[in-house]
């Protein structure tokens, strides 16, 4: 990517997030830390088996200017080879089983599994894919249509072909588990975030000082907001805004999709020594002399 490039605001370095599950108590208590402080980021929620008693319009309400991304219902794992053996006609009725079987439930090619105090949901990759198309319409029916463009993996990236063709067919991006470094990911079906609840302010204390060969950079945290809650670290999240936030003038605060739909329009101009093209439907921006120039869409900028 051409270094002369920054994001809209002038700036190479944008901050964001990406929140699993769809947790709405804790939740609101993390909206409530980083709004005031122009953070945005991605909410990863799990169909609208977590709505509770809210109306569509309180939910979208709730998560006004962020992005929504489908987390699959049931937040369940692929079956794998060996579990297969494992499925059991008997009915799951004590939390306290250490026999590892997959007990049937009402949905075809679903099983539920408890075992060494794991419990979750495992499902065939027929399944799994109808899981995941069903809460894309669920969460569409609330947030418009067209407007869930990416997925996230329930636990880690599921090593299933017919599943992650599925999605690659489906999604403009596919998020795992993991770490990362602050470059924009080369690889959208499988990005990663690049800190935690537990590096969170270290890590944001090294991108602020990154250079990254002056190329177009994200800090991207996660991954839910119960890591806060259950760690006892809401402080954290609250130096991080109280010293990362607000301050346009060295980052750009975007969704995740923002954030990559700005790369792929800076990836489709045309640059050549005398002029730059922008061919996409948004605005790019470049540094020329200190100043930033905004080149609008179908627009020449001459150099």
């Not at 990517?1 to 699993?20: E, H, Q, Y």
């Not at 805004?241 to 489709?268: C, L």
Request: hydrophobic letters at 35%; one cysteine or more.
């Amino acid at each position: 990517m051409n270094s002369l490039f920054v994001f809209p605001n002038g700036t190479r370095k944008a901050v964001t997030f990406t929140i699993d599950d769809g947790n709405l108590p804790l939740d609101k208590k993390f909206i409530d830390i980083v709004r005031p402080a122009g953070i945005k980021g991605t909410f990863n929620l799990m169909g609208t088996e977590r709505m509770s008693n809210m109306t569509p319009e309180e939910y979208r309400e709730f998560y006004r200017g962020f992005e929504i991304a489908n987390h699959c219902g049931m937040h369940p794992k692929v079956i794998t080879e060996s579990e297969k053996e494992l499925i059991s006609d008997e009915k799951f009725v004590s939390s306290e089983a250490n026999t590892e079987l997959l007990y049937k439930t009402d949905m075809e090619g679903l099983y539920y599994k408890y075992y060494r105090a794991w419990w979750g949901y495992v499902a065939t990759p027929e399944t799994y894919i109808k899981l995941v198309a069903r809460a894309k319409a669920e969460l569409e029916s609330v947030f418009g249509e067209g407007n869930i463009k990416a997925f996230v993996w329930p636990y880690c990236e599921q090593n299933d072909d017919a599943v992650k063709a599925y999605l690659a067919k489906n999604y403009e991006s596919v998020r795992r588990t993991g770490s990362a470094t602050f470059e924009l990911p080369k690889d959208r079906m499988a990005w990663c975030y690049n800190a935690t609840h537990a590096n969170l302010n270290e890590r944001a204390a090294e991108f602020e000082t990154e250079d990254n060969g002056g190329e177009l950079m994200f800090l991207c945290f996660g991954v839910h907001s119960h890591d806060f809650e259950n760690n006892h670290c809401w402080d954290v999240l609250e130096k991080f805004a109280e010293k990362y936030g607000n301050r346009p003038h060295d980052f750009w605060y975007a969704t995740v999709g923002e954030i990559f739909e700005y790369e792929d329009a800076v990836k489709s101009a045309t640059v050549t020594d005398g002029e730059i093209v922008n061919g996409s439907g948004i605005s790019i921006y470049v540094k020329v002399d200190g100043k930033t120039v905004e080149i609008k869409p179908g627009e020449v900028y001459k150099r």
